[in-house]
């Protein structure tokens, strides 16, 4: 993964949860930490996708997961996985006390269901 573009180790996440779920007092159900900017937003499966809003809305092109024990990148750019990469500024993911779906308190008994 050496020599990609969009990739800022030392900035560190925007939070522990998805940034505009967490304004608009919404669920997610697992997160994604842009590597650049630090922008924690909710995955593809979750109701509001704004991981991938964020990218199409600044181009900042690589997203690493923010799930506990994971540390997998995505290119939306050029459409690749990375199995692991740089260390980015800590915490690599969201409290293990988190549940996910998450946050606590807000995701419905129905969730499933509403999944991407």
Not at 20 to 39: I, K, M, V
Not at 57 to 74: L, N, Y
Request: proline share 11%.
């Amino acid at each position: 993964m050496s020599g990609v573009e969009g990739i800022e180790p030392n900035v560190s996440p925007s939070g522990t949860g998805c940034l505009e779920c967490e304004a608009a007092g919404g669920w997610w159900f697992h997160l994604r930490r842009c590597a650049q900017c630090g922008h924690i937003g909710c995955c593809d499966d979750s109701p509001a996708k704004h991981a991938t809003a964020h990218y199409r809305a600044t181009g900042h092109p690589v997203i690493r997961s923010f799930e506990p024990d994971e540390a997998w990148f995505w290119n939306f750019a050029t459409g690749e996985l990375f199995a692991e990469g740089p260390e980015l500024a800590p915490p690599a993911g969201h409290p293990a006390d988190q549940p996910v779906p998450g946050p606590a308190g807000r995701v419905p008994q129905d969730w499933a269901r509403n999944l991407g």
